[in-house]
């Protein structure tokens, strides 16, 4: 939703990169480029100018003037007014001390309340609550069949005694609701109520009767994030008309502007509690204010990744892999199945992708990124025996055309499919011998640790160069060299070899009764106690 935002802020705040000062006019260009973004992006006219303003104030200010970096000083600035436009600290829903917590939706109709129902429900219940939804839209064709439907997919109950179609009285069926779920233990209730294609009073009227029968703790206003900033203006008749204690966004996964995510706040004085992200029920997340400030600006969203990793990933597994790769044991095609499960149960690959950091440069990559080619790759290798699997080696021309065929795919794409794992493979047989040896990443040899910095060490050569010109005279001069660096080793430990010539000794069991330990290292002697 923020794509065309987001490229066109960090455009505006990359042109500032590599100056060592800034001028006003500087400061000027740049709140000038924001301001239209914004209003591009369809944000509400008012929130824009007290925005501009905010910045503008504090880049002209001792901040920027006395920092040794002023261009990440405007980025940071801007970063800590759009957390402050999005509603600053993340909120959430208030909980009654005696349950049931009741939960009120209300909107506009065609703003996705009964879907989002459906997500809020099951997004509680996987945090541990027991919620009843209570279908008080008797208005909309089939929205009580349709809140029943999305209820059973998200395995929670449904409290609908009237058909609905214009049929029962909303405001009973919330009391009735709320007491139901107060005899039978539920610990959340969620009332959702009926909308209109438009503001009119009759819709109000009755979500007031609602809101007064049932007294809700929490009464979310549900809004369709791409309706631009035309949201503000709802949003503030739904406050001045029923009263609302916090915002939801549904359809933030779509293409609009995102005007309204970015007005809602800065009108209404009520904080945006939660979005929905997609149209599976999984699809719901808390609102960050700040996470989205850095989504915006292309730093990321690693916190979300994170969470999602957590809830959707099977830990178990991915320990058994990794206990598995530290005993020595090759990575085979059966534990890549694995990881490939793991990696589709967190959902869309370009939803991952674009929450790392600075991945706007790539976004032309992530668009063209097909998600099915998760499937396909799944089919691949469900497609062979579990020999193969185990032995990925052992796969030849034949059983790569019986794959093939079996996949649906082409030999060409299984052959990649291969060349791609072995890469893998090499690379997760290097974090074996990093968990192997105890230090993770960071263990010796892989590059990753202290010592390194990030990069791997290349051993100096223990040769040298003859400046002859004769290549037989090079080559004597040359092995004369080496032999002396030899004896040179040899003398320091009292022999011609390692520890007295036992060192290079063929035999692993010979006698070192007779070694002078006064002339080994002192840090040796000290690792052997002696």
């Known amino acids: 939703m923020f794509d065309n935002l987001s490229d066109r802020i960090s455009k505006t705040l990359k042109g500032l990169r590599g100056q060592g000062r800034l001028t006003e006019a500087d400061i000027d260009k740049t709140v000038r480029e924001i301001r239209r973004a914004l209003l591009d992006a369809d944000v509400a006219v008012p929130v824009v100018r007290q925005f501009a303003a905010r910045v503008r104030e504090r880049a002209l200010g001792a901040e920027v003037s006395k920092?040794?970096?002023?261009?990440?000083?405007?980025?940071?600035?801007?970063?800590?007014?759009?957390?402050?436009?999005?509603?600053?600290?993340?909120?959430g829903l208030q909980f009654a001390k005696n349950p049931p917590t009741v939960i009120m939706l209300a909107g506009l109709q065609g703003a996705g309340k009964t879907t989002l129902a459906g997500k809020l429900a099951k997004y509680l219940k996987d945090e541990g609550h027991t919620p009843l939804l209570v279908a008080s839209d008797l208005q909309r064709p089939n929205a009580v069949n349709q809140l029943q439907i999305v209820g059973e997919r998200a395995g929670v109950k449904v409290f609908a005694p009237e058909p609905g179609n214009g049929v029962g009285d909303p405001v009973v069926v919330a009391l009735d609701g709320v007491a139901t779920a107060a005899h039978e233990q539920y610990d959340v209730v969620i009332v959702d109520t009926a909308g209109r294609l438009g503001i009119d009073e009759e819709m109000m009227q009755q979500a007031r009767d609602i809101r007064d029968a049932v007294n809700p703790d929490n009464t979310l206003f549900v809004v369709d994030a791409m309706i631009g900033q035309d949201a503000a203006r709802v949003a503030e008749a739904f406050r001045d008309g029923v009263g609302f204690t916090g915002v939801v966004l549904s359809k933030l996964?779509?293409?609009?502007?995102?005007?309204?995510?970015?007005?809602?706040?800065?009108?209404?004085?009520?904080?945006?509690?939660?979005?929905?992200?997609?149209?599976?029920?999984?699809?719901?997340?808390?609102?960050?204010?700040?996470?989205?400030?850095?989504?915006?600006?292309d730093m990321g969203d690693v916190l979300t990744l994170i969470e999602q990793a957590e809830k959707r990933m099977d830990r178990e597994e991915a320990e058994k892999v990794a206990s598995k790769l530290a005993q020595g044991e090759e990575f085979?095609?059966?534990?890549?199945?694995?990881?490939?499960?793991?990696?589709?149960?967190?959902?869309?690959?370009?939803?991952?992708?674009?929450?790392?950091?600075?991945?706007?440069?790539?976004?032309?990559?992530?668009?063209?990124?097909?998600?099915?080619?998760?499937?396909?790759?799944?089919?691949?290798?469900?497609?062979?025996?579990?020999?193969?699997?185990?032995?990925?080696?052992?796969?030849?021309?034949?059983?790569?055309?019986?794959?093939?065929?079996?996949?649906?795919?082409?030999?060409?794409?299984?052959?990649?499919?291969?060349?791609?794992?072995?890469?893998?493979?090499?690379?997760?047989?290097?974090?074996?011998?990093?968990l192997a040896g105890g230090g993770g990443f960071g263990a010796p040899g892989m590059g990753f640790g202290k010592?390194?910095?990030?990069?791997?060490?290349?051993?100096?050569?223990?040769?040298?160069?003859?400046?002859?010109?004769?290549p037989a005279k090079?080559?004597?001069?040359?092995?004369?060299?080496?032999?002396?660096?030899?004896?040179?080793?040899?003398?320091?430990?009292?022999?011609?070899?390692?520890?007295?010539?036992?060192?290079?000794?063929?035999?692993a069991s010979a006698d070192l009764s007779n070694l002078d330990m006064n002339q080994l290292p002192p840090e040796l002697r000290k690792m052997l106690g002696k």
Not at 77 to 83: F, S, T
Not at 267 to 291: Q, V
Not at 451 to 470: A, D, E, I, T, V
């Open 451 to 470: 010592k390194s910095r990030g990069r791997m060490q290349s051993p100096k050569k223990n040769k040298k160069k003859s400046r002859s010109g004769n």
């Open 474 to 507: 090079r080559a004597a001069e040359e092995k004369a060299w080496a032999e002396q660096q030899a004896q040179k080793k040899g003398s320091a430990f009292g022999g011609a070899g390692a520890f007295g010539g036992v060192g290079n000794s063929a035999d």
């Open 67 to 91: 920092a040794l970096n002023p261009a990440q000083q405007v980025v940071k600035i801007v970063h800590a007014e759009l957390v402050d436009i999005l509603g600053g600290a993340t909120g």
């Open 253 to 297: 996964d779509g293409d609009a502007r995102g005007g309204a995510a970015l007005s809602i706040t800065g009108i209404t004085d009520r904080p945006i509690l939660f979005a929905s992200t997609g149209e599976a029920l999984g699809d719901f997340e808390r609102f960050h204010p700040d996470r989205m400030a850095s989504r915006i600006l």
């Open 332 to 434: 085979n095609l059966n534990d890549f199945m694995s990881m490939l499960q793991q990696i589709k149960s967190m959902g869309s690959m370009k939803k991952m992708l674009g929450m790392m950091p600075n991945m706007r440069q790539y976004k032309q990559a992530i668009d063209q990124f097909d998600d099915s080619m998760i499937t396909r790759i799944e089919a691949m290798v469900q497609s062979m025996t579990p020999f193969e699997r185990a032995n990925p080696k052992e796969i030849n021309g034949t059983r790569r055309a019986r794959i093939a065929k079996g996949s649906g795919t082409t030999v060409t794409e299984v052959n990649r499919l291969l060349d791609q794992f072995k890469q893998m493979q090499k690379m997760m047989g290097s974090v074996g011998k990093g």
